[in-house]
């Protein structure tokens, strides 16, 4: 079957982890496919450093990158790629400059084969795409941000937190329109699910309240893939664990087999559902390197749109990052076709008939090249398992000090947090949002007054998100700020649907999209009530509100 031939997917789950290179992660799997651009450990490459020590690349099993958080801002990668890729480690360096041979050395180190458990089977067992760059020579939000729209509105540093250079009240002003508007345009079916801190939220077109009812949390995925597959969102993105002890998203320093158990996790999920699985295709893939080395130089991009480039002019793509397409309808072996994060979106616009998403979007290359199987193939990986010794840390004190690190990435999503907690008021009538600020004012002083007198402990917090675990208070309130945002803009979400299913002039398309989002965020699907839904949607709404 070719990517132009019928598409036998119905379902995509689309997961983004962040900072690692595809020597890193992927290169040990030439071992496999000896026509895989990856490490020839026979004939391994090498960087030197500021004083012209050269670090080779070499195996390594080191689980977690304590104190010294590799660079990916424009002009370190620009750094890194000098000389034909030879600078990663001498950038490194010189950043760094108390670090260690050792730290040097996991610059260019890679992981061997079948170290890890989710990454490497999936990998035997599915496309391993070895041309796949990240979208820009740059940092993590940049690259999230052309994954999910074609652009990055001409951004290319992290937002403002003391060591970046990008303005934070501009930045959290994404105004494109992205994959999700235009998934609105067509009625498809999407969610966002999420553990922490939705990222997303960063476009200012997620945070309305239509499309911010479509955000669940991580456990929601798992009860969605063991129900009906025709009622699984047709695509859904899968933000993973940003900040806490629980961070799974590969971003050192924490632990990298906390994010192979969420790749595991959600691959048992697609599997455990025959029907959904023989209709899913599953991404996995890495906004970008994370100043880690990898030896193939990007090629020259087309620049997504007309935003002015002041930070960077958008013509090259950046570092090879690890990517997988995992479904039965996909041969197992290297795809070698030339990807960047925005294929993804070229293929979504192909199959549902989207409105455009930029230049970039329009010249990508769709990963639906992908889909040659004729029918389902029977995959051996039927479930991966992760070992007691792969799930706990090795070293505890290791882990309790990468807690204690806070990354750039972290301080720009608690600022976003922070921006989140004053967006739930800022469409609302001044005397309104006084009152609510007054209203949970009281509320907090009576709470405190209420544990005092009856002996309750405080000082210690718990996050409304996750009431069963103890955090420390920055997590807690970054969590929170996320929550009450979603919570409020949930219950605007129900009043703007109110409205807009009685406006007389909406196309089948829009009202079907409309009951269905109702239908999230109340658990009935008037959607489906032919003939009826529309009317008992109107009387559900005015029902409720009244009470």
Request: glycine share 6%.
């Amino acid at each position: 079957m070719s990517g132009a031939a019928r598409d036998p997917i119905r379902h995509v789950v689309h997961l983004i982890l962040e900072n690692r290179s595809f020597d890193q992660m992927l290169g040990c799997l030439q071992a496999v496919y000896p026509q895989l651009d990856g490490v020839d450990p026979n004939n391994p490459r090498s960087n030197a450093d500021a004083r012209g020590t050269v670090f080779a690349q070499t195996p390594m099993t080191e689980r977690q990158m304590l104190k010294w958080d590799p660079h990916h801002e424009v002009d370190h990668v620009a750094k890194q790629l000098a000389d034909h890729n030879a600078g990663f480690v001498r950038d490194f360096s010189e950043a760094y400059p108390d670090s260690t041979d050792t730290a040097r050395g996991y610059i260019m180190g890679y992981y061997p084969l079948d170290f890890l458990p989710a990454l490497h089977p999936l990998a035997r067992n599915f496309a391993i795409c070895d041309r796949w760059f990240s979208s820009l020579p740059g940092p993590t939000w940049p690259n999230r941000f052309f994954a999910l729209s074609g652009t990055s509105n001409g951004r290319v540093n992290m937002p403002d937190d003391g060591t970046h250079k990008a303005d934070l009240a501009g930045y959290f002003q994404q105004t494109q329109n992205t994959l999700f508007d235009r998934l609105n345009d067509a009625a498809v079916h999407w969610k966002v699910y999420f553990h922490d801190i939705p990222q997303t939220t960063v476009f200012a077109h997620q945070r309305q309240p239509h499309n911010v009812a479509r955000y669940f949390y991580i456990d929601q995925f798992f009860r969605d893939a063991a129900g009906i597959e025709s009622n699984f969102p047709q695509y859904c993105l899968i933000e993973p664990q940003f900040m806490g002890y629980g961070q799974n998203d590969a971003h050192p320093p924490h632990d990298i087999m906390r994010a192979e158990k969420l790749i595991a996790d959600l691959y048992n999920a697609l599997r455990a559902n025959e029907a959904l699985w023989h209709s899913t295709l599953f991404i996995v893939m890495y906004d970008e390197h994370g100043g880690f080395y990898d030896h193939v130089e990007p090629p020259p991009a087309v620049p997504p749109d007309d935003a002015n480039p002041k930070e960077y002019s958008f013509d090259r793509l950046g570092v090879r990052v690890p990517a997988l397409l995992i479904s039965p309808w996909v041969s197992a072996g290297v795809e070698h076709t030339q990807f960047d994060h925005t294929s993804v979106l070229r293929y979504l616009t192909d199959k549902w008939k989207l409105g455009p998403l930029g230049r970039r979007t329009a010249n990508a290359t769709s990963i639906g090249v992908v889909l040659k199987e004729p029918a389902p193939r029977i995959v051996p990986l039927s479930r991966i398992e992760l070992s007691a010794g792969d799930l706990n840390p090795p070293d505890p004190h290791k882990e309790e000090e990468a807690f204690g690190a806070v990354t750039s990435h972290q301080a720009a999503l608690q600022k976003l947090a922070g921006y989140l907690e004053g967006e739930a008021f800022r469409n609302v009538p001044i005397y309104m949002a006084a009152l609510a600020r007054i209203a949970e004012a009281l509320k907090s002083g009576f709470q405190t007054v209420l544990e005092w007198a009856l002996g309750e402990p405080t000082g210690f917090p718990v996050s409304l998100a996750e009431p069963d675990k103890l955090s420390d208070q920055e997590t807690v309130q970054a969590k929170d700020a996320a929550a009450k945002f979603i919570m409020r803009a949930k219950r605007y979400a129900a009043l703007g649907l109110e409205d807009w299913i009685r406006a007389p002039n909406l196309s089948p398309d829009q009202r079907r999209q409309s009951l269905q989002t109702l239908a999230l965020i109340s658990g009935r699907n008037f959607h489906k009530e032919d003939g009826e839904g529309l009317a008992n949607a109107q009387a559900w709404l005015a029902k409720n509100r009244k009470s």
